[in-house]
């Protein structure tokens, strides 16, 4: 599977009207919290991969906080980027039922916890595209829209209709950021 996801900063009030008007379905509320990995035997700063452990918590509704749902631990590997004109890449994820336990599992083959990112994300559908509005602990606010390829001969097809969601939006996909929010942290450490 390839996600084609495009990310620009841009203020939430703007898009989140823009998406009302244009008939978008809100989705669901989310805080979550990613912690990535260093891998033993390769710099996935030098590949441009990671491995993520993510802890999911849902808000029931647009008036309940966050946290107050059903929590979901999740698995990721994500590939190098493929292209150069979005942050398309291979990516594989898998929801696990016990985070301390695969913790541990990575602890025992020698990755080890790099950073952690913190965010609260709404995600809405657009015409088949998710459109997800982050606002990352340390960073500010973002908008991400993407869609998920079965194979690459989609992925050129995809990334158009994401260029044409952002410009819907009122949004210019030159100003995307193909940095993760993990690159975006860790540069600012620095």
Not at 2 to 21: F, G, I, N, Q, T
Not at 162 to 174: E, M, S, Y
Request: aromatic share 6%; no cysteine.
């Amino acid at each position: 599977m390839y996600e084609v996801e495009v990310k620009v900063p841009a203020s939430h009030d703007d898009v989140r009207r823009r998406l009302r008007d244009a008939g978008a379905e809100r989705l669901e509320r989310v805080a979550q919290t990613d912690t990535y990995y260093d891998a033993p035997h390769r710099d996935f700063a030098e590949t441009d991969e990671a491995l993520r452990l993510r802890r999911e918590s849902r808000g029931t509704d647009s008036a309940s906080p966050v946290g107050e749902g059903e929590d979901t631990i999740k698995v990721t590997y994500k590939g190098p980027l493929i292209d150069d004109a979005s942050k398309t890449r291979e990516e594989h994820e898998t929801v696990v039922g016990d985070g301390d336990t695969a913790e541990a599992i990575f602890d025992g083959l020698g990755f080890e916890p790099a950073a952690v990112v913190e965010k609260e994300r709404e995600f809405f559908d657009l015409d088949g595209y998710t459109v997800t509005l982050d606002r990352v602990a340390g960073l500010g606010e973002f908008i991400e829209v993407e869609a998920e390829a079965d194979d690459s001969a989609d992925v050129e097809r995809l990334r158009e209709g994401v260029f044409d969601v952002i410009r819907r939006l009122g949004l210019d996909p030159d100003d995307q950021i193909r940095t993760s929010y993990l690159g975006l942290l860790l540069v600012d450490e620095e």
